[in-house]
C-alpha cells in the first residue's frame, strides 16, 4: 500500500484495500484518512473521498517551512519538495520574483523562508488557495511577500522580474510569452512541462525559444521531477532570456 502523510492526515492511493482505518490512523499518527481520485480545472481543485475521520485541514512542515491547507479544497504535490527547496536556494539576494499559479505557496514561502529576495510576487486564482496563501505568509512571517489574487494571464504583465516560476504542467506554454515579455534582461525562468521522454532535450526549450522572439535564451539546466505517466516526465527547464 502506498501513502502520504501531508501533516497529520494520510493520503491513500487508489490501490488501498485494507479498511482497517482506525489501526492504521494509529500506527501513522494521524487524524484523518483520504483518497485524491484526481485533481482537476485551472484552479487545480482535488476530487476526494475521506475513508476516516473528518478534519481535512492540517499544517504540513516541510524544508523548515510552514504550510496550512485543506486537502478537500487544494492540492498538494508531495513529490516536489525537492524542487521547492533547489529553486529557493538559486535565488540571488534582491531579485525580484513572479510566482505564476502560485497555489499556497508551494515556491513562494521557501524562497521567502530561505533566501534574501526583494520582494517575491505570488498570483493564484483558486480563492482557497489564496486564502492559505496569505495565511503561510503570516504563519512563516515574511514581509516581502506581496500576493495577488487573480488570473496570471492578466497580472503578470503588470510586473518584471529577475526569475519567474511556472510551476503548473497543464497547458503552461500558452503562458510563456506572457512570462518571458515580464522577465528582465538577463532575468531567468524556470518552466513545468510534461513532456514525451524522446523530446525532454528538443520541445520544452523549442517552446521557449519560439516565444523568446529575437531575445537570446541559454538553457542552464533539465530538471527532472517525477514521472507523469507511462513515458512521459515531469521536467522543470531553467533558462536565462537576454
Same mark, same amino acid.
Given at each position: 500500500m502506498k501513502y502520504k502523510k501531508i501533516g497529520d492526515i494520510l493520503i491513500l492511493d487508489n490501490k488501498y484495500s485494507d479498511n482497517n482505518f482506525e489501526e492504521l490512523s494509529k500506527k501513522h499518527n494521524v487524524k484523518t484518512i483520504m483518497k485524491i481520485n484526481h485533481i482537476q480545472g485551472t484552479k487545480r481543485e482535488p476530487? +476526494?473521498?475521506i475513508l476516516y475521520g473528518d478534519e481535512t485541514e492540517t499544517i504540513h512542515k516541510e524544508n523548515g517551512c510552514l504550510f496550512k491547507l485543506d486537502l478537500s479544497k487544494v492540492m498538494w504535490s508531495k513529490g516536489n519538495n525537492n524542487e521547492r527547496l533547489r529553486i529557493a536556494k538559486l535565488v540571488e539576494d534582491d531579485e525580484t520574483i513572479i510566482d505564476m499559479f502560485a497555489g499556497i505557496g508551494y515556491f513562494s514561502i521557501p524562497i521567502g523562508v530561505h533566501a534574501n529576495a526583494k520582494v517575491i510576487i505570488p498570483i493564484e486564482i483558486n480563492p482557497n488557495s489564496y486564502n492559505f496563501l496569505c495565511q503561510n505568509i503570516v504563519l512563516n512571517k515574511l514581509n516581502n511577500v506581496n500576493p495577488i489574487l487573480g488570473d496570471c494571464k492578466n497580472e503578470t504583465p503588470k510586473?518584471?522580474?529577475?526569475?519567474?516560476?511556472?510551476? +503548473?504542467?497543464? *497547458? *503552461?506554454?500558452? +503562458?510563456?510569452?506572457?512570462?518571458?515579455d515580464s522577465l528582465n534582461k538577463g532575468g531567468i525562468i524556470h518552466y513545468h512541462e510534461t513532456v514525451p521522454e524522446k523530446l525532454i532535450e528538443t520541445r520544452p526549450i523549442e517552446r521557449i525559444k519560439a516565444q523568446a522572439g529575437d531575445r537570446d535564451v541559454e538553457l542552464l539546466k533539465i530538471n527532472k521531477i517525477k514521472k507523469y505517466a507511462p513515458g512521459v516526465e515531469h521536467v522543470v527547464i531553467d533558462a536565462r532570456i537576454e
Open positions: 476530487n +476526494y473521498k510586473f518584471k522580474a529577475d526569475r519567474i516560476l511556472m510551476g +503548473y504542467v497543464k *497547458t *503552461t506554454h500558452h +503562458y510563456l510569452k506572457i512570462a518571458i
